[in-house]
RNA sequence: GCGCUCGUAGCUCAGCUGGAUAGAGCAGGGGACUUCUAAUCCCCGGGUCGCAGGUUCGAAUCCUGCCGGGCGCACCA
């Protein structure tokens, strides 16, 4: 029995109560389900009669007491009481309870998959860095975030496109280009232009490549060095993120947004439509219809287009590949785009609410206290690559996905490196190993799971405890896609991680010594086997391993 | 000035689409390994949930105002 099934138990009960007259109320179709704090208050409790009392016209307890009589004839429920006000507290059976662990090992790496969000076709686009430079914290951010709520989504149906927007035309690559061709001609930096190793690094596998490009004339040689550097740059970015186990389906060009005439395509559209105006000799969208503190120039008064137009059709784009739902992902920096953004979708005539933008607070690296700051290449930021370095990708990934993105991080790079329980990414690892570890001195002891258990044996109070966690599973994974924060699988894990370990201290899972295989080892074993198995299902969504040993 | 966001234990943070006595880890103190991984577990102390109103059976959670921190407010990209 888990909480859904309760929750149709409790629906079936109140329905029940309603045909035979003794309620007179709209049953809802979510009922809640919690689990109190205090085990006095039973193994679920539901408000739904405080929910229902005012609508009824009748006390809280009189609908109390009319679910909780037909409640009590439920499979699996053992009592049900009335506390307080009119909570209905429920008891479930233990073998009620203890079935649960079956029900993981069958559904295995589908347990916690379900259909929340199928039929709808999301577009994900997150970290689109600029090919100038290294990737950096905050990018780390999404690329771990970003690609965690893509499995997480995912794992509820979404059929979800993983999307990197490549920013390579404008004049941020012409200081780049500007830079390299400095640095291979040993000239300082440009002003406006980008610092750091990276750009000799860049400029003399150019050079190697193209060793007469540095001595050509400006045009030409800048030319040589935006298109070979910017490959370089993508390349490695690619790679970064490869290795940070985050690969994209898509990487979009918005150069290829201008010279196949999609940006003047969007543009005449919004003009034929109305969706723009023209003003002072430029072309502005009604931006401000959408929350946004003024309207934003689309085409400039000499005549070329303002980055949002490539923004327009970026958008257009999407959406002719068929996508229900645009989320970006953005920096705490871009928060002014989210009305752009959504402006954006309306002028089209969509709705806007088919466009979400998820804003990220900045990540800040730090070491007992003090602020990591420089990095190795990239000269003012800590990249993407000086974070594996110091963490790993396992521990760099969690950290980035355990917080909410709303709260500014600071990740202290000695907690994440600790193999003690204060780094929570081994402390959930360990429990996975350890379970691991049990299972092959079962299998030692030729100790099978067999075709079934008695779930009755499972009857201690962290057994219950576990199983109930267990059971509480999908709806983290459900929520998580929902409201689009993979942090919640995280946070689980670790309630996870803890309950297991609890039961493993108090209870002995495999004979000692010489004695004999139990029934309970075996439905102990069962739990092991599905508690392994919730552990695995969490850190593949989280794109984090699950070691056999540690 | 306007907008977004955050403010919960000494520290780092959960909880926020309203539910019972507000949680976890760390830090501090004290315990538990002859047999399944002690990278673990147990116990102790620790709080005006920024402040003030409001909504209601019930508010850390929703609304309003204020205070404090972060980030933004281009015919740049």
């Given at each position: 029995m888990n909480p859904a099934q309760l929750a149709d138990e409790v629906r079936a009960a109140l329905t029940a109560a309603v045909a035979d007259g003794a309620l007179s109320v709209a049953v809802p179709d979510e009922i809640t389900i919690d689990r109190p704090r205090s085990r006095e208050h039973g193994d679920y409790a539901t408000p739904v009669a405080l929910?229902?009392?005012?609508?009824?016209?009748?006390?809280?307890?009189?609908?109390?007491?009319?679910?909780?009589?037909?409640?009590?004839?439920?499979?699996?429920?053992?009592?049900?009481?009335?506390?307080?006000?009119?909570?209905?507290?429920?008891?479930?059976?233990?073998?009620?309870?203890?079935?649960?662990?079956?029900?993981?090992?069958?559904?295995?790496?589908?347990?916690?998959?379900?259909?929340?969000?199928?039929?709808?076709?999301?577009?994900?686009?997150?970290?689109?860095?600029?090919?100038?430079?290294?990737?950096?914290?905050?990018?780390?951010?999404?690329?771990?975030?970003?690609?965690?709520?893509?499995?997480?989504?995912?794992?509820?149906?979404?059929?979800?496109?993983?999307?990197?927007?490549?920013?390579?035309?404008?004049?941020?690559?012409?200081?780049?280009?500007?830079?390299?061709?400095?640095?291979?001609?040993?000239?300082?930096?440009?002003?406006?232009?980008?610092?750091?190793?990276?750009?000799?690094?860049?400029?003399?596998?150019?050079?190697?490549?193209?060793?007469?490009?540095?001595?050509?004339?400006?045009?030409e040689a800048l030319r040589t060095f935006r298109t070979e550097g910017v490959q370089l740059m993508f390349d490695e970015i690619k790679s970064t993120l490869h290795t940070f186990r985050t690969d994209f389906d898509v990487y979009?060009?918005?150069?290829?947004?201008?010279?196949?005439?999609?940006?003047?395509?969007?543009?005449?559209?919004?003009?034929?439509?109305?969706?723009?105006?023209?003003?002072?000799?430029?072309?502005?969208?009604?931006?401000?219809?959408?929350?946004?503190?003024?309207?934003?120039?689309?085409i400039k008064s000499d005549g070329n287009p303002a980055y949002i137009a490539g923004d327009l059709a970026y958008f257009l784009d999407k959406r002719s590949r068929g996508f229900s739902l645009c989320i970006y992902m953005l920096g705490a920096d871009h928060h002014g785009y989210i009305a752009r953004l959504k402006a954006a979708a309306a002028a089209f005539g969509d709705d806007p609410d088919t466009v979400e933008?998820?804003?990220?607070?900045?990540?800040?690296?730090?070491?007992?206290?003090?602020?990591?700051?420089m990095s190795k290449r990239a000269g003012t930021v800590v990249t993407l690559d000086d974070l594996v370095d110091a963490l790993g990708v396992d521990a760099a990934r969690y950290a980035l996905i355990r917080y909410s993105v709303d709260t500014t991080l600071d990740l202290d790079i000695d907690v994440w490196t600790r193999q003690t329980n204060d780094n929570p990414v081994f402390y959930v690892q360990y429990a996975h190993a350890r379970l691991a570890s049990l299972e092959r001195h079962a299998a030692d002891l030729h100790i099978e799971l067999g075709d079934d258990y008695d779930p009755a044996l499972l009857d201690t109070a962290q057994e219950a405890e576990?199983?109930?966690?267990?059971?509480?599973?999908?709806?983290?994974?459900?929520?998580?896609?929902?409201?689009?924060?993979?942090?919640?699988?995280?946070?689980?894990?670790?309630?996870?991680?803890?309950?297991?370990?609890?039961?493993?201290?108090?209870?002995?899972?495999?004979?000692?010594?010489?004695?004999?295989?139990?029934?309970?080892?075996?439905?102990?074993?069962?739990?092991?086997?599905?508690?392994?198995?919730?552990l695995a299902n969490g850190l593949a969504l989280l794109g984090v391993t699950a070691p056999e040993r540690m």
């Open positions: 929910q229902l009392a005012k609508q009824a016209g009748v006390p809280p307890r009189t609908i109390a007491q009319a679910l909780a009589e037909r409640l009590r004839a439920a499979p699996g429920v053992a009592a049900v009481e009335i506390a307080g006000p009119g909570f209905v507290n429920i008891r479930l059976e233990t073998a009620a309870i203890g079935a649960l662990a079956r029900d993981v090992v069958i559904a295995g790496e589908k347990y916690g998959s379900a259909s929340t969000l199928s039929g709808i076709a999301v577009n994900l686009e997150f970290v689109s860095a600029n090919p100038t430079g290294p990737l950096h914290l905050g990018h780390a951010r999404w690329a771990a975030v970003g690609d965690a709520l893509g499995r997480v989504m995912r794992a509820q149906g979404a059929a979800v496109t993983n999307e990197y927007y490549f920013n390579d035309a404008g004049v941020q690559i012409d200081r780049f280009a500007m830079s390299l061709l400095a640095a291979a001609r040993n000239q300082p930096v440009p002003e406006d232009g980008y610092g750091g190793a990276y750009i000799a690094e860049i400029a003399q596998r150019v050079v190697q490549d193209h060793p007469e490009a540095a001595g050509l004339p400006d045009d979009f060009h918005e150069d290829s947004l201008h010279s196949s005439g999609a940006v003047t395509t969007a543009v005449n559209k919004l003009k034929d439509s109305g969706s723009l105006y023209e003003k002072d000799g430029a072309w502005w969208l009604r931006s401000t219809e959408y929350g946004d503190d003024k309207d934003r120039v689309v933008v998820l804003i990220g607070q900045m990540v800040n690296l730090v070491r007992g206290g003090e602020p990591v700051r576990l199983l109930a966690l267990l059971a509480g599973y999908p709806q983290v994974v459900a929520a998580a896609a929902e409201l689009r924060e993979p942090h919640r699988v995280a946070r689980y894990l670790e309630d996870l991680a803890s309950g297991y370990h609890k039961f493993y201290d108090a209870v002995r899972i495999l004979p000692m010594g010489d004695e004999p295989a139990t029934d309970a080892t075996v439905a102990r074993l069962w739990l092991c086997r599905a508690t392994r198995q919730v």
